[in-house]
């Protein structure tokens, strides 16, 4: 039998300062689905996360409120399990830096890197930002300012242990050229190379301005640099020093998952530390970006954090990790509004999967009497079915290796979309009315073959969220145990069995009444079952005079500019026809203005004017997206501005 490969993931450790906010749970999120993706691969997953309970900041807060440290921090940990409960994160350890154990690995590991001369004594004196516990230099700093978090620096002068990082300079600069898939997304390690290239300074490594922290194991009085301290929790959490099989097991790590706000302490401190203690670098740091409010980032000192609990509470776990995962693109920022959460669950889990999961079990009740039918009477429409199927399981599969999860959905949703389709396409209700054997033969099939469908969306969904495989099998009974899912499944076509039950059930994803908030008032939509059914069909459509009454115009664009503080929206002036429109477009990632300019695009001509960001927007111009691709809609040709689209 071949061995099972092994796989280490992990999240930061986070500060137990506050409660943690749904940025946080962004990162927790997005390392459980590769970790449960790479255990239904059949990998040997370790998982680990935990909380970063040392430092200068943690004992603050902790003094502020009155409160004892280790009580305080305590009190937080136990609310961080709790939320990564509800988010069902299958996490294999939880390492708390205030561990013996871990006290243990911080204190070998320093005085390792002392015995062999690369940490030495001297007197530290220059600037320190306590909310991200980093060092600063006078050039570094601006107008008195953490050049990370803009907040304010304090001068610091004491006696410390120092780390000889600048003599790994160049020995960092050629791992990270010679394994370009160390640092990812490429930007970033764009970023780390200049950052290492502007040079790189020895570390000041102990402090002894305060006690909170892991004590020098030489010297009295002096404590580990907590970001020393918290990064070694990655050897801890995997036995160092006491279960080395475990360790040899699992080191180097596969990943480490973490926001671009600590990619560089992890791609420099972090692999410095291991070359100087003679230890494997990790095989990639992998930094994503921020979850953003309106207002910027979120955070605890602006108290504009959200509670991704009363999220949970509202909308269920499923819910809050599909929009998280599909929200952040590739490495990007992502901008979060409960409207914003709460159209996409709408559209893409009510809409989208909701209904193709409640059309098929009621029409599997209503034509077969809710017992699967064989597939008899195959046709081109089937295998064009079953190819997009293996397509979109493939095309999930290499974007969940590359951490994409935005568009390892988006390629799942194209399977989706073409389900739906296929309903369409076969009219089920229009073959239920013929009584003869071709038809009843096609009917047969398609209902087998939508049922694949969701049996295959729905094994690849269980990393993103883990109980709709659990909720689809009270419905259609597919798998022995849903816990324990096996992604090889998803890529085969025809496993369910012919013969077995479907039962229908309430709606897996009902849609929340937008008018109506808060959701606990919301009302469930009521499902149509049997007769009601082709009724349903009929409403999915739009007639040829609603159509006509959207005003579609070709449009010439004149001039682009960027509109401030929005990094996604250009303004657009348009000559249509005779007349001049301004349009406000989200479209200024995939285009810069010049791009633009003399292009003849689509516009919706008669939307109903709105004011964006305080432009007012005259229309909408068409472009085609997928995932973060976006391309606008463009006349070749010479057609002349203001003539109609049809
Ligand atoms: O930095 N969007 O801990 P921390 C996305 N203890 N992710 C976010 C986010 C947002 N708005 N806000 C926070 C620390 N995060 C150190 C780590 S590791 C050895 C030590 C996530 O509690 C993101 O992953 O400040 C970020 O890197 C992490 O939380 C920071 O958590």
Known sequence: MKEKQNYYITTPIYYPSDNLHIGHAYTTVAADCTARFKRMQGYNVYYLTGTDEHGQKIERVAHEKGMDTRAYVDGIVKNIRVLWEKLLITNDDFIRTTEPRHRKTVQDIFQKIYDQGDIYKSVYEGWYCTPCEAFWTERQINDGQCPDCQRPVEL?????????????????LKHIEEHPEFIQPELRRNEMVNFIKGGLED???SRTTFKWGIPVPFEEGHVVYVWFDALTNYLTGIGYGVDQAKFDTFWPCDVHLVGKDIVRFHTVIWPIILMAAELPLPKQVFGHGWLMLEGGKMSKSKGNVVDPIILIDKYGVDAVRYYLLKELTYGMDGYYSEEMMVSRLNAELANDLGNLISRTAAMAERYFDGIIPAPVQMEDIDADLKKKASEAVAECERQLDRLDYSLALTALWRLVSRANKYIDETAPWILAKSEDEISRGRLAAVIYNLTEAIRIISIALAPFMPTLPVRINQ????????RQLNWDDARQWGLTAPGSRVNKKDSLFPRVDTREKPV???????????????????????????????????????????????????????????????????????????????????????????????????????????????????????????????
Do not use: H
């Open 156 to 172: 610091m002068k004491e006696e410390s242990y120092f780390f000889a990082m600048s003599k790994y300079q160049d020995r960092l």
């Open 520 to 646: 606990d008032q919301e009302k469930k939509e009521e499902q149509p079952s049997g007769k009601a059914l082709e009724e349903q069909d009929e409403s999915r459509y739009i007639t040829i005079e609603d159509f006509a009454r959207i005003d579609f115009r070709v449009a010439q664009v004149k001039a682009v500019e960027k509109m401030k503080k929005a990094d996604k929206l250009l303004i657009l002036t348009l000559q249509v026809g005779d007349e001049e429109r301004t349009v406000v477009s989200g479209i200024a990632k995939a285009y810069t203005p010049e791009e633009l300019v003399g292009k003849k695009v689509v516009l919706v001509a008669n939307l109903k004017p709105t004011k964006l960001r305080g432009v007012m927007s005259q229309g909408m111009i068409l472009a085609a997206s997928e995932g973060d691709r976006l391309e606008v809609l463009t006349l070749s040709g010479d057609f002349p501005s203001g003539s109609q689209v049809r």
């Open 203 to 205: 570390l000041c490594v």
């Open 475 to 482: 419905q259609f009974a597919f798998f022995t145990d849903p």
